[in-house]
């Protein structure tokens, strides 16, 4: 079956710097993805939705200047969180979608300290 | 506004007995619908989906579910449940088999021995 992988898994920032997640179709071509967060034993919030060589659509109430999301390629995205704060500590998954389904990658868990 | 609500925060289930986890949802057309399980700091697996056709659906580790239009809902099923089930469940409704999800907060399943 398709497999999404995203990596880091676990990556630990100090506040206010920034890191890169990345999200990556490994078996076919990704038009699009979409970034979901997920706070502790929360259920799952779309973020944005990411298309290919086209900029994101953001989710009302997310910051897009503070959650920089790439689409460069059919099988790559990445979330930047830039200028990280303790509150964006959290649970990223993504899920890239081919012609008929959605697939979830492993998720990445930020830790901002 | 479309929704979907599980009733449900935690369940607890001795092991081999039956389990049903309850989904409503509120979506304007025919909706696509999803149950996901979620294993504590992991990503999520498909356990079965529903698009039309035979309103009871069969999905992997022997789990099923049953769409009732009329009462909106889809809920989760599985005759005899084993202690690896104990995992985080997730119902989600989509406009399309490749789209955003928006999914209810879960429900959280413990199994006694």
């Known amino acids: 079956g398709a497999v999404v992988s995203q990596h880091p898994s676990w990556v630990i920032c100090k506040s206010g710097t920034s890191v890169k997640i990345e999200c990556r179709s490994l078996d076919f071509q990704a038009t699009t993805m979409f970034w979901y967060r997920q706070f502790p034993k929360q259920s799952l919030m779309l973020m944005a939705t990411?298309?290919?060589?086209?900029?994101?659509?953001?989710e009302q109430g997310v910051e897009k200047d503070k959650f920089l999301i790439n689409h460069a390629s059919l099988t790559l995205s990445t979330l930047t969180v830039t200028s990280a704060h303790p509150e964006d500590s959290s649970f990223y998954i993504c899920s890239a979608r081919d012609l008929y389904e959605q697939y979830f990658g492993p998720g990445t868990r930020l830790t901002v300290t | 506004a479309q929704s979907v609500t599980q009733p449900d925060i935690h369940i607890t289930v001795s092991e081999g007995a039956s389990l049903e986890l309850r989904c409503n949802y509120s979506y304007g057309a025919t909706p696509y619908l999803f149950w996901y399980v979620q294993s504590p700091g992991q990503g999520l697996q498909l356990l079965l989906k529903y698009f039309s056709g035979d309103t009871l659906v069969q999905g992997i580790k022997g789990f099923e579910a049953e769409f009732k239009r009329s009462q909106s809902s889809f809920n989760l099923r599985k005759p005899s449940v084993h202690w690896s089930d104990a995992a985080e469940y997730f119902c989600a409704v989509g406009e399309q088999a490749g789209t955003a999800l928006i999914f209810g907060k879960g429900t959280t399943l413990s199994v006694s021995s």
């Open positions: 990411s298309n290919e060589g086209s900029k994101a659509t953001y």
